[in-house]
């Protein structure tokens, strides 16, 4: 699934948010922190920023994430004026602090305009998404970041936490992907779920990336799979087996389950509790295999490494079959149960 498809299916600018945070090439992880202070002053209606303000909340949000994980590849060459190397140099002023240092403050203004800010509504191939969400204004000191109203509606919406929960598993997901030994692991082999606490979990180490939900809810548009209705704040959310996980109990009871694992990603997506709880262990309707194909497709469309968990799926997981897509994969499942 292209970009351009992704966001036919809500077209809006939602989407094109949700294109720019889940889709977009990672070399780097600026693209999450400024996405983060953007949704944070989008929700509290600010429709123009000094530039200063926003680099603070951008850095400071970078370098608490820099404790953690690298944030690039480890084979990634920082030269001394790299912004990633001022962090980790000012980082444990920065995090004792609870701000900025001076010195790094001064590095993000400096590097935002031409870096991060040029890139952020940019895909792979230097496609644009259709919407912008900010522009840049005035210059030196008086420089001023203006959100647009497209933006400012939807920071400020009833889907914007999980706009926010979204871009934080998806910074989560990339930087796992950067660690020594745990990066490896995921892009060779993608990532399992940990049921205990329904997070995803990379399969050597078994070290907790981030959880399901907020993993693949905006590839679902923020929707629930079975009745396609918005999962909102609040909603009671359940992760949904598309293809009842009873059926490989079923079938080893009289023999042994020839098909693919059905606990795994590609059949697992986030639903209404109270949908779940109708659904029970029914087969999916065609309605249902149109979603989770879609949503499947529109993974494999983003980098690394849940792209990787569903390639490693769909080459592999029938027997004797190749199959080039989701539809006709999960054609050949139903067919097969």
Wanted: hydrophobic share 45%.
């Amino acid at each position: 699934m292209s970009g351009r498809e992704f966001y036919a299916q809500d077209a809006s600018a939602r989407a094109s948010w949700r294109l720019a945070v889940l889709m977009g090439a990672n070399s780097r992880t600026y693209k999450f922190a400024l996405g983060q202070a953007l949704l944070e002053f989008g929700r509290h209606g600010r429709g123009e920023v000094p530039l200063t303000e926003l680099a603070a909340s951008y850095s400071l949000g970078l370098v608490r994430h820099l404790a953690r994980d690298p944030q690039a590849p480890q084979a990634a060459e920082l030269g001394e004026k790299d912004f990633l190397t001022v962090a980790a140099q000012e980082s444990a002023a920065t995090v004792d602090a609870g701000h900025p240092t001076d010195r790094l403050l001064a590095a993000a203004v400096r590097s935002m305009p031409t870096m991060v800010m040029q890139k952020f509504h940019n895909l792979r191939g230097e496609t644009a998404v259709p919407h912008t969400f900010y522009e840049l204004a005035g210059a030196g000191r008086q420089r001023v970041v203006r959100l647009t109203p497209d933006f400012l509606r939807l920071a400020q919406s009833e889907e914007a936490t999980n706009l926010v929960a979204e871009l934080g598993a998806r910074w989560n997901i990339v930087e796992s992907s950067f660690a020594a030994g745990v990066g490896r692991s995921l892009v060779e082999d993608g990532v399992t779920l940990d049921w205990g606490t329904l997070r995803l979990t990379d399969k050597r180490r078994r070290r907790s990336v981030t959880g399901i939900v907020e993993a693949t809810i905006g590839f679902q548009h923020g929707r629930c799979l079975i009745c396609g209705d918005a999962l909102l704040q609040g909603d009671a959310i359940a992760v949904d087996h598309v293809f009842p996980f009873s059926l490989m109990h079923r079938f080893g009871s009289v023999g042994s389950w020839q098909g693919p694992d059905l606990d795994a990603l590609w059949n697992l997506a986030p639903a209404h509790a109270a949908c779940n709880g109708v659904k029970s262990d029914r087969l999916p309707t065609q309605a249902e295999l149109a979603r989770l194909a879609a949503r499947n497709e529109a993974i494999m469309h983003s980098p690394h490494p849940l792209r990787r968990t569903l390639q490693l799926s769909l080459q592999g997981a029938l027997l004797g079959r190749n199959v080039s897509s989701w539809t006709e994969f999960l054609l050949a499942v139903g067919t097969a149960v």
